[in-house]
């Protein structure tokens, strides 16, 4: 990973060394330019000037050797019909038999005056500017060799050349300061891979620090994805473990009847029916573990398709206490069994959209862990009350759900919604619950939108608070 993270600085110290070198040619291009530019409109200046002082020499009848030009430069004179009659340098230079065919001579003609640059017949690679102006019947043409040089501003004052240095300096700076703030995520990556790769990497991946930033929000959801799979993939190793657990005694228990049936041929019938009975029951607690970790399964995968699923469970106008009244019915003789007053204070037309199965489900299971954990002879009440929602145009209802059993112990109590989290091991494994039930009963809730909360009954017992959202029937 190092490796990688050193090519990469590479790669961009590379790119910095191109763009700075681009920005260089271009520089010396645009200032060349400049240069060549200016040295044209100087010199042709110079020409033009040379041409007035050939032409004012000639108008008070001065002879053409006799003039001379400032600075090596020559000139030509032409007549119309393309003869040159003087040239002050024609044996220095060659001058083309077609002289009327040159550009500034051309444009002489045409135009009144007119110029060129172009590189010597004579003189192989020299360049020379040419400025030509119509005089009367005449074209008087000056020239001079072609160099460029800088302006004399510049030579002066280097102010231009500082500018372009310090905005070098400050292309570099901001290049370094880009080029760490780019590695820093590449050595945060590398920590994150790091700590992906250890087993018991929760602290190390907490402990990663990623920037205010996209490349720092993206490490952020990759690591927390990460820790929700491992914790996934935790829990499912913990529940399947749990599951089969569960499993193994009812079905042990099962067996051992079933096997002592078997292998006992003289046994007593009223023994047997009592062992078969034992097994029976044995059964029936493998079938409702069996449904509850369906439910929980179900539970699990509405909450990861983020809504009430209709293929999952089927959304309709609950009325609860018609389910309440179902509930009883099939569980009240365990009530009676154990002496258990149910008291319960739901209007008849109090009705709510939503799941019948979760909601029976959810009352069922509050009851029977009061039934298994509260003890004989105790008082269950049921509270509700509907609201309004402000601002959303739908209802809740609230639930306060008491027992006046013996109650959680204080410390217990933000555990009793875990799976297969039991208060009292040994007894709930002789009185057959599984550990689900408080969890399956949460589930229910969050799948309805709503809360809930536990807490101890003062004088003894546990006290659930809980609300139930009106769900929309097409969700």
């Given at each position: 990973m190092a490796?990688?993270?050193?090519?990469?600085?590479?790669?961009?110290?590379?790119?910095?060394?191109?763009?700075?070198?681009?920005?260089?040619?271009?520089?010396?291009?645009?200032v060349s330019r400049q240069s060549r530019g200016y040295s044209i409109s100087a010199?042709?200046?110079?020409?033009?000037?040379?041409?007035?002082?050939?032409?004012?020499?000639?108008?008070?009848?001065?002879?053409?050797?006799s003039i001379i030009l400032e600075g090596g430069m020559g000139f030509t004179i032409i007549d119309t019909l393309g003869e040159v009659l003087y040239d002050s340098?024609?044996?220095?230079?060659?001058?083309?038999?077609?002289?009327?065919?040159?550009?500034?001579?051309?444009?002489?003609?045409?135009?009144?005056?007119?110029s060129?640059?172009?590189?010597?017949?004579?003189?192989?690679?020299?360049?020379?500017?040419?400025?030509a102006r119509r005089s009367k019947d005449k074209i008087i043409r000056s020239y001079s060799k072609f160099e460029i040089s800088r302006p004399a501003e510049v030579e002066k004052d280097n102010t231009f050349f500082i500018l372009i240095a310090i905005l070098l300096f400050a292309l570099i700076a901001t290049f370094v300061y880009v080029?760490?703030?780019?590695s820093k995520p590449l050595h945060t990556y590398s920590e994150l891979v790091g700590a992906i790769k250890e087993k018991d990497n929760a602290n190390r991946l907490s402990e990663i620090k990623f920037g205010n930033d996209e490349l720092g929000d993206m490490g952020k959801e990759i690591a927390s994805t990460f820790s929700q799979l491992e914790k996934a993939k935790k829990y499912k190793q913990q529940l399947s473990h749990n599951i089969a657990h569960e499993l193994k005694t009812p079905l042990t228990g099962v067996k051992a009847y079933l096997e002592t049936i078997i292998n006992s041929e003289d046994m007593d019938p009223q023994q047997m029916r009592k062992f078969v009975e034992k097994a029976y029951s044995q059964t029936t607690r493998l079938a409702d573990l069996v449904d509850e970790v369906s439910t929980l399964n179900k539970l699990d995968e509405s909450s990861e398709l983020g809504k009430s699923d209709e293929a999952l469970y089927k959304i309709e106008e609950v009325n609860i206490k018609s389910c309440l009244g179902d509930i009883l019915e099939e569980i009240g003789y365990k009530l009676e069994k154990s002496n258990i007053t149910f008291n319960s204070r739901v209007s008849s037309r109090l009705k709510i959209n939503g799941s019948y199965n979760l909601i029976y489900s959810l009352f069922k299971n509050l009851i029977d862990n009061s039934i298994e954990h509260g003890?004989?002879?105790?008082?269950?009440?049921?509270?509700a009350g509907i609201e309004q929602v402000s601002g959303e145009g739908r209802y809740k209802i609230n639930f306060t759900y008491t027992d006046t059993g013996k109650g959680v112990p204080a410390e217990a109590l933000e555990r009793i919604f875990e799976r297969f989290y039991r208060v009292e091991e040994g007894r709930t494994r002789r009185t057959g619950g599984s550990g689900l039930g408080l969890s399956i009963v949460k589930n229910a809730v969050l799948f309805h939108k709503g809360t809930i909360t536990a807490s101890e009954r003062r004088g003894g017992g546990i006290i659930f608070k809980f609300s139930l959202y009106s769900l929309d029937k097409e969700a």
């Open positions: 490796k990688l993270k050193l090519k990469y600085r590479y790669r961009l110290v590379i790119y910095l060394l191109i763009l700075l070198t681009l920005l260089a040619l271009f520089f010396l291009l645009y010199l042709q200046n110079e020409l033009r000037s040379a041409v007035s002082k050939v032409e004012d020499s000639l108008s008070i009848g001065r002879r053409p050797e340098r024609q044996n220095d230079i060659s001058i083309p038999d077609n002289v009327l065919g040159a550009t500034e001579v051309a444009n002489a003609l045409s135009s009144g005056d007119g060129a640059l172009r590189t010597s017949v004579g003189e192989t690679g020299t360049e020379y500017l040419y400025f080029l760490r703030r780019l003890g004989e002879g105790i008082q269950i009440s049921l509270v």
